[in-house]
């Protein structure tokens, strides 16, 4: 079946620090890729996301880009702030009617000024 | 607009007890999904709803059953439950299958 993986964590950088958290999947057809963002006590977010191959999904200084060649879409920010103290998960959707999430386990990072 | 609400926030049972956790859709949604998350680990899907119908479902078993309204709110119900069945369980609505999936906070289920 289709799945997630991502860096096992945590992550822990320096404020202004580069952030790079990898994320591959598998899957059968050509899934839309997410990554989400849970802050503590909090739901998920949607933080981005591309439906094909080539996009790049941006947002508030994360980016990602849908590497179909291999099967990647790993989250990036130039320089982290406290404020992106966070558990940051990498999910595709199933193309299987309900369009169903399918998650990575997760990755922690903590930000220190 | 209301966002996506959940209730109650934090739950605590003893195993064999039955739950019911409830989710208010976003306005103008009409599919709901459930998904568990176990400490530590990412969301699993539980089965979602659209339209009043189910319209998947996870590898959960048949005591995980669910519920869509008429105005697209929805209920998770777990009877027997097992000590393992401790989670955060999200609810997610959207427009339609396939569309964006906006979570709401979730409910902390401790079964002890």
């Known amino acids: 079946g289709n799945s997630v993986t991502q860096m096992e964590g945590p992550v822990t950088l320096s404020e202004e620090a580069f952030l790079t958290i990898n994320c591959t999947y598998t899957a059968t057809g050509y899934p839309s890729l997410f990554w989400y963002v849970q802050y503590p006590g909090e739901g998920l977010q949607l933080l981005l996301k591309?439906?094909?191959?080539?996009d790049k999904g941006s947002n508030k200084g994360f980016e990602a880009t849908y590497r179909k060649e291999t099967t990647s879409f790993h989250l990036e920010k130039g320089s982290v702030q406290v404020s992106d103290s966070a558990v940051y998960f990498c999910?595709?959707?199933?193309?299987?009617?309900?369009?169903?999430?399918?998650f990575g386990k997760g990755t922690k990072l903590t930000v220190n000024p | 607009e209301t966002g996506v609400t959940q209730s109650p926030t934090h739950l605590i049972k003893t195993r064999g007890q039955q739950v019911t956790l409830r989710c208010s859709s976003q306005s103008g949604h009409n599919t709901v999904s459930w998904y568990q998350q176990a400490l530590g680990q990412g969301p699993q899907f539980i089965f979602q709803y659209y339209r009043e119908e189910e319209n998947g479902r996870g590898n959960f078993p048949p005591r995980f059953s669910g519920l869509q309204f008429p105005n697209y709110s929805s209920e998770l119900n777990v009877n027997a439950l097992e000590l393992d069945d401790s989670a955060l369980y999200l609810c997610a609505s959207s427009g339609d299958p396939g569309y964006e999936q906006y979570f709401g906070p979730g409910t902390r289920l401790t079964v002890t």
């Open positions: 999910a595709l959707s199933d193309r299987g009617g309900s369009e169903k999430l399918v």
């Open positions: 591309a439906t094909k191959a080539d």
